[in-house]
């Protein structure tokens, strides 16, 4: 049975948003000593066995200009102040694209903080999300940071959360012929782009949120992750009998009813979090082949829901990959599958892993996770995270010594 009794926001002391926390309490302590062990191992890739498996991701040309991408990075760059530029550039190769945490306080975040910016500023940053995302996904991620913002009136907890406490930086030099990316972090949004040529992979990206749904302020109405929870309940709903028993691996979130490695206050079940770059994640679930064609369909079109974060044409591109890969894409479910209960599920495949996570209240003060709470990751594994797997190709394709870019 896990033990609840220290847990919770009220039992922790103050963790800023803004400045570097310099001393970490007990209760998670232990958690980000374990993280930065795992950040000191070299980045490899999350993978379904002993092995990654390799020749997954080609170079290639997608014929899907990434030149809006460009040109907003470019135009943000060229409004940053001298020093606000320094802060916000980083190499290709450096070490903090991994160091990305959804959680709320700042442990070791980097770039340039979109509150420090001019209005004028702030919102070319925005630009940059606005030409990598899709309209659903870049509404569903300022509605994470409009929700981050409301808290502040629920805690009286101003120094913690806010809507604009989130941290941009620009990886390499944004170029049409260089490999470049971006980065924001902050509290339940993280998105990571990576461009070679007119490639282009966004992940890892996190989406969370607690509370999902405002129902007064003026932020009425707002509601998130509705999509994502429908398209799982419509998935494991289509199941019966051994298809059922195979992918249901839990019919419980109470912390009672899971190994405490399944009932982690702060992390839940998402095992492809924050510092997990090198994770093993085993098949679980019931697999594709065992589906029908409609229960198919239904599961290219969860997966669909996630890959359409991005800007339509790439994630064409990316569901393209996935449909190639169908048949060796799992499912897997733990938790309720009513309408009000808890739940969690993951889909796997060779060329995406996503997971869904109904999570106890970090806020709030619910010890068993609810709707209330909700955290959602979508990783590329077998090396695709960060593009690295692409960038590993471009260098061996092409020669930078010197600053030059020549073919071998």
Not at 289 to 308: C, H, K, M, N, P
């Amino acid at each position: 049975m896990t033990d609840w009794t220290e847990f919770g926001l009220g039992s922790l002391p103050p963790l800023p948003a803004r400045e570097r926390v310099t001393r970490m309490p007990p209760p998670l302590r232990a958690l980000t000593d374990s993280w930065q062990e795992l950040l000191a191992r070299p980045l490899e890739g999350i993978r379904s066995g002993p092995r990654l498996r390799p020749g997954l991701f080609p170079l290639h040309a997608t014929g899907v200009s990434t030149r809006p991408v460009l040109d907003a990075a470019l135009a943000f760059l060229d409004a940053l102040t001298p020093g606000q530029r320094q802060r916000a550039s980083f190499p290709m190769a450096a070490p903090e694209w991994r160091t990305w945490l959804n959680m709320h306080f700042n442990l070791s975040r980097h770039g340039v903080m979109l509150e420090e910016l001019s209005p004028a500023t702030r919102e070319l940053g925005l630009a940059l999300l606005r030409a990598t995302l899709s309209q659903r996904g870049f509404q569903q991620a300022r509605d994470i940071m409009r929700i981050n913002g409301f808290l502040v009136e629920l805690t009286d907890r101003a120094g913690e959360y806010g809507e604009w406490p989130y941290f941009l930086s620009i990886f390499g030099h944004p170029s049409a012929d260089e490999p470049w990316g971006w980065q924001i972090d902050g509290h339940h949004l993280i998105v990571n782009c990576a461009i070679v040529g007119d490639q282009m992979v966004m992940t890892p990206s996190f989406m969370g949120s607690e509370p999902c749904a405002i129902d007064h302020g003026p932020l009425a109405g707002v509601r998130v992750f509705a999509t994502e929870q429908r398209a799982g309940l419509d998935m494991v709903r289509s199941l019966h009998g051994e298809q059922a028993s195979k992918a249901i691996l839990y019919p419980s979130l109470h912390p009672d009813d899971l190994p405490d490695e399944l009932a982690h206050p702060f992390e839940g079940r998402i095992a492809s979090g924050a510092y997990r770059d090198n994770a093993r994640i085993d098949h679980a679930g019931v697999r594709a082949t065992e589906l029908s064609d409609a229960q198919r369909r239904l599961l290219e079109s969860l997966i669909g829901t996630y890959v359409g974060w991005s800007r339509d044409g790439h994630a064409g591109v990316k569901m393209a990959e996935v449909k190639e890969h169908l048949d060796e894409t799992w499912f897997a479910w733990m938790g309720a599958t009513g309408d009000d209960g808890p739940f969690y599920y993951r889909v796997q495949s060779p060329v995406v892993l996503i997971e869904f996570d109904h999570l106890p209240g970090i806020v709030f003060d619910n010890r068993v996770p609810s709707h209330h709470h909700v955290h959602t990751v979508v990783r590329t594994p077998n090396g695709g995270d960060y593009g690295a797997d692409l960038l590993r190709q471009h260098h061996e394709r092409y020669d930078h010594t010197g600053g030059h870019h020549r073919a071998r």
